[in-house]
């Protein structure tokens, strides 16, 4: 009975702060998502109540007078793009250094093991003067081939764990059957790093789409905004126009997709990750 007592308290203590760190996690996005469908009037007369009626004219006036909708659009090129450059570039990388003995392979790892440590605001300045001189500066091109490589070390990483524990017979078996070492590469041994994949393609979209500062530094034209710009934008005008269920309407529009994505690979997030650690 004290056993049993015991345990229950010492799960309740486990618990309450947990429950209480959700509430404080949740709140602000309940309070955002109700802020959304007021008026300014019931904004600022009942900021924390719920509104009167659910009116979707924020979410209109978002789309349409401050153009979120080509900023969602340009978000979700870049995040695209980045994500799948970024996988591209890193399977064949992580296969050759975790497979193929060459000179320099151990230095090469350390080396980009070594890039996740170094500050990405390092090498802001030094990428906006490269990318003016290819002449990708204000592109959504140039910004998703940034994205990508600066998420490269990591994926790298996280890759490398994964392809270590294939078995080589599987590989050997391959070659002996006339394979070739790319068809070996992308129809064994990516099919079988398939959790490390989908795992590092889900944290490298939410990274990109939410990136505001690379953006913020490689983007001029107003017509290339993508959605955290966007949002910064109206948060500067709601300072003037009082317009923040637009600003609300607008935080929600960004978190939905997220949220989904999250929900749904919510199990192969915890999957990859759990098997990335024991692998590694």
Do not use: H
């Amino acid at each position: 009975m004290k056993r049993t007592v015991g345990e229950i308290m010492s799960r309740t203590g486990i618990r309450i702060p947990l429950i209480l760190w959700t509430l404080a996690v949740l709140y602000p996005i309940f309070w955002m998502f109700l802020g959304s469908f007021k008026s300014n009037a019931e904004i600022y007369a009942n900021p924390w109540g719920f509104p009167e009626t659910f009116n979707y004219q924020n979410f209109i006036t978002a789309w349409t007078e401050y153009n979120i909708g080509s900023s969602v659009f340009n978000s979700l090129i870049v995040t695209l793009m980045g994500a799948v450059l970024c996988l591209v570039l890193a399977i064949p990388t992580a296969y050759a250094i975790e497979r193929i003995n060459f000179k320099g392979s151990n230095v090469l790892f350390t080396v980009y093991i070594s890039a996740m440590m170094i500050p990405m605001v390092l090498a802001w300045i030094p990428l906006f003067f490269l990318l003016n001189q290819f002449n990708l500066l204000d592109s959504l091109v140039g910004l998703a081939v940034v994205y990508a490589l600066s998420q490269l070390p990591f994926t790298i990483f996280v890759l490398t764990s994964f392809i270590s524990t294939i078995p080589k017979s599987l590989e050997e078996s391959a070659a002996i059957d006339g394979m070739s070492p790319y068809g070996i590469l992308w129809k064994i041994v990516t099919p079988l790093s398939m959790s490390g994949i989908i795992t590092v393609t889900i944290m490298n979209t939410i990274q990109f789409w939410n990136e505001y500062f690379m953006a913020l530094i490689f983007l001029q034209s107003e017509g290339n905004y993508t959605l955290a710009l966007a949002i910064d934008y109206i948060s500067s005008e709601a300072q003037y126009t009082n317009a923040w269920g637009t600003l609300f309407a607008s935080l929600v529009i960004a978190i939905i997709p997220v949220i989904i994505l999250y929900a749904i690979f919510q199990r192969r997030i915890t999957k990859g990750m759990t098997e990335g650690a024991l692998k590694g």
